[in-house]
């Protein structure tokens, strides 16, 4: 058995019965043919799959609903008639309609863990084909439908961010201990220094990580900069700010890197304020 089911697409609910997925990524060779001999190109790092498909199987059954009080007691005519909202053959058809009409649509792809259902993760995907299949004796009951996802995120990430703070001193370092969990690197997390003085200068290392860049610019108290380190991205409100330096020591490939586990993180800062670093843990 699989450990997760797929669950929503954009808000639209799936097939939840018979459910069947394949879901996964292959990474890209590395091996590169040259005169005489094969070589391995990316060496010893890890590359992840740029790419995945979701493969989701399963039946939409119509079932009857009833109007139900906040605590679920079907509510009742004078004569003790049930009041429907809905009969099977409507509500089958309006769960067809929801995924159907999100076809070619983007949106954010859910999964539960079937060990811990309050367990959720997502990614960004694409609805590609919503093909219902039916025999003529269940085509008022139910239905099978073949959905197919593709994302450009190879890993799943945690429902909610993890927000690791820590508060800068003017011309001093502060050390963060930041903890990314699942089984993947995290490539995407966001820096967000907001001042409580003026910041010309920071610095971000984690030697470990092979993680060592700077920046430089003119950064007012109350004011925010982020840095977007999946996005590539450096703005303070809506400007950008790109003086961002990789220093020599910064072999990583991306900008703030972290793999599963713990991170020992060092900022420096020529000014006061604080510093907090947001990244979703992520799975393959």
Known sequence: MASYQVITFDGVSLPLYNPEQDAGADAESGLIDTVG????YVG????????QAVHVRGV???FMTFWETESGDRIVTETGDELIFGNGTQMLRAQLDALTAKIGAQGQLVRKRWDDQSVTQWITARLLRARPRSRVEDHTVAT?????????MAAWRSSTATSTNGTLVSGGSVGMLVESGGN???????ITVTASGA????????AAEDVDFSWSGSLASGQSLVIDCGARTVQIGST????LALNAAHTALGWLVLPAGLISLVVTSDGPGSVQIDHYDQWV
């Open 240 to 243: 950008d700010a790109y003086n």
């Open 199 to 206: 910041i010309t200068s920071l610095r971000f290392q984690a």
């Open 60 to 62: 939409f059954y119509g």
């Open 144 to 152: 099978e439908v073949d959905a197919l996802f593709e994302s450009s």
């Open 37 to 40: 001999r094969t070589f391995d």
């Open 44 to 51: 010893s790092r890890q590359r992840l799959p740029r790419r």
């Open 184 to 190: 993947a690197q995290v490539d995407d997390a966001v």
